[in-house]
């Protein structure tokens, strides 16, 4: 069974992938999650402020202590909301390049002009140090920070599924991780 994809980096691909990557592993997560609970910690805390000072100081420092208290609140998600978009612009020398995949029984030939990856590449499924697979795409991880993006949409030999079987089968135990 040979399974054949061609994928071109665009701006919506490397969004995509970006989202992606931002919560993968649980510990990202949770450091989102410990991060806004301290802002959540810091503002509690400064509001009490105004309430503990004497006198006039308490209505003066009310609107600035409040102002402060609700940047604080939302740093972590507009950071969230932002990272994709500024990863895009960081990635501009990606967009148009392609990588054409085909997957056999035991071996993936990578056909690629991504700057980081020109050329061809002849690897086993070893080569890829983790997979994950999505809703809509495959992401074949050959380091923590650098991976092939495959939607499943740019399959045009075989199928996702076919691909999906060939992953679990060629990938040691818990290498292969389905999200979708």
Request: proline share 4%.
């Amino acid at each position: 069974m040979i399974i054949k994809a061609r994928t071109v980096y665009t701006e919506s691909v490397i969004k995509k992938f970006t989202k992606f990557s931002m919560f993968r592993a649980p510990a990202q997560i949770i450091k989102y999650v410990v991060l806004e609970l301290l802002m959540i910690h810091l503002t509690v805390y400064l509001l009490f402020i105004p309430f503990s000072a004497a006198g006039e100081a308490k209505i003066f420092m009310l609107p600035i202590v409040m102002a402060v208290s609700l940047f604080l609140l939302a740093i972590v998600p507009i950071t969230l909301l932002m990272y994709p978009s500024k990863m895009v612009k960081l990635s501009k020398k990606l967009f148009n390049s392609v990588a054409v995949y085909e997957f056999s029984e035991n071996e993936v030939f990578i056909d690629s002009t991504l700057p980081t990856a020109v050329g061809r590449t002849k690897a086993g499924y070893n080569y890829f140090e983790i997979t994950y697979e999505t809703k809509d795409a495959f992401y074949l991880f050959i380091s923590k920070q650098r991976a092939y993006l495959l939607n499943k949409s740019d399959i045009f030999e075989g199928s996702a599924e076919d691909l999906r079987e060939l992953l679990i089968k060629n990938m040691p135990p818990k290498k292969h991780v389905d999200r979708r």
